[in-house]
């Protein structure tokens, strides 16, 4: 078997990148457009950047801006029916993840005879019925390269991934100005996802050398970068270096995959609603150390790759100073790691357990196989 990658057609990157929205309009011969953003964004002032420029063609569209954070496969559905009695020639997402993710999923979804819920059970039926244009306003999620779209399933206390080529944008635009004022919170989880990517993507069972050549050009840019981004938040160079980083670990999620780290996250937002780049956060340098044996090799082929000055060092201390950099830039950051301050408690443990090891699409990717014991350890090392 040979390997593949699936990239978005046409990628826009650098500061004022977004006056290209009018050339794709053009290029589409788009008269209507269906806009997915939220309140925090239009609050920002960010949707009056996109607007101010598709204002001058007077393209004609409708903004949908009450999707919830982390939304429930039910609240994505009932932004995507907002959009049904609007004929559309183009899908627009302006946000972070969740945005992008229901722009993407309503591209496969408007007109479509199958629901969210379909595609749940059998995610192959996704067939794009309108394209996109990802425009991201954190530097993390990747949303804006993948085929994946996630949604919380409230019945099941969890997360789960819809994943189809299908829903691969067509346009991106990597605006480093759509994140100029992001909070440093944001910019910390975010970023720390993003690192999250190409540290489990090239460490992933599935990892190719065309996913390998994203998560470690991704890995140099989050590696470099993440402290100064969020430390000075007026650095535009390291906040574009994010941005970029981000998309290419996004990239590298389509040719490879997450492994533990994602896996073992999805509980923790799914029945207490962490953010996603936080719950990743809290268990990223865990569920690394407790996979080391089985990828460390691997762990320093990426320190060599990312940091060149280590090269002296043995296998073993390459893969701990990997392991190192990531716990030091989860506490640089100041993203919270006590599960108690989010109502887990150790009590909650056999449902962790039991809910992480479903997650299967994720942790067949893992270099080392996790029992039921191992998940267990896991989440104990995080529940204090």
């Known amino acids: 078997m040979g390997y593949q990658i699936k990239i978005p057609a046409c990628i826009y990157g650098g500061e004022g990148c977004i006056e ?7 290029k589409e011969n788009a008269k209507k457009l269906i806009v997915y953003t939220d ?19 007077e393209a004609e569209y409708k903004v949908i ?36 993710d229901a722009a993407k999923l309503c591209s496969v979804l408007k007109g479509a005879d199958y629901t969210i819920r379909d595609l749940l059970k059998d995610p192959t039926r996704a067939r ?24 919380a399933i409230p019945e099941e206390e969890s997360k789960q991934g819809i994943v189809n080529d299908s829903m691969i944008p067509d346009y991106v635009i990597l605006d480093s100005q759509m994140i100029r004022k992001l909070p440093k919170s944001i910019v910390a989880a ?29 890995a140099r840019l989050i590696f470099h970068n993440i402290r100064e981004a969020y430390s000075n938040p007026d650095n535009m160079e390291a906040k574009n270096s994010m941005l970029l980083g981000a998309f290419y670990g996004g990239v590298a999620i389509t040719g490879s995959g997450t492994t533990a780290v994602h896996a073992l996250s999805y509980p923790l937002g799914g029945k207490y609603h962490i953010a996603h780049g936080v719950s990743n956060a809290i268990l990223f340098a865990h569920v690394m150390e407790y996979n080391k ?9 990426l320190c060599d790759a990312v940091f060149p000055e280590q090269n002296s060092k043995n296998v073993d201390e390459k893969a701990d100073y990997i392991i190192g950099q990531i716990a030091d830039i989860v506490k640089v950051t100041d993203i919270p790691t006590d599960l108690n301050q989010f109502g887990v408690k ?29 998940i267990r350890t896991i989440y104990k090392r995080v529940l204090k």
Not at 67 to 78: G, M, S, V
Not at 128 to 145: D, F, H, L
Request: a negative charge.
């Open 293 to 301: 044996e089985a990828c460390k090799d691997r762990l320093a082929q």
């Open 39 to 57: 309140k925090g964004i239009r609050k920002a002032g960010l949707l009056d950047i996109f607007t101010r420029v598709v204002d001058e063609i």
């Open 128 to 151: 794009k019925q309108v394209k996109t244009v990802m425009i991201p306003t954190t530097c993390g999620t990747g949303s804006e390269a993948t085929c994946n779209a996630i949604v």
């Open 346 to 374: 150790m009590e909650d443990l056999d449902f962790l357990v039991d809910a992480g090891s479903k997650q299967t699409r994720l942790l067949v990717n893992n270099m080392r196989e996790l029992s039921l014991e191992d």
């Open 20 to 26: 290209n929205i009018n050339n794709i309009i053009e």
């Open 190 to 218: 975010t970023g720390v996802d993003a690192l999250a990517h190409v540290v489990e993507c090239y460490t992933s069972k599935k990892a190719t050398p065309f996913s390998d050549t994203y998560a470690a050009a991704g």
């Open 65 to 100: 801006d009450d999707l919830t954070a982390e939304p429930a496969y039910q609240d994505a559905e009932r932004v995507i029916r907002e959009a049904e009695d609007y004929s559309a020639d183009l899908i627009i997402g302006i946000g972070g993840g969740s945005v992008m």
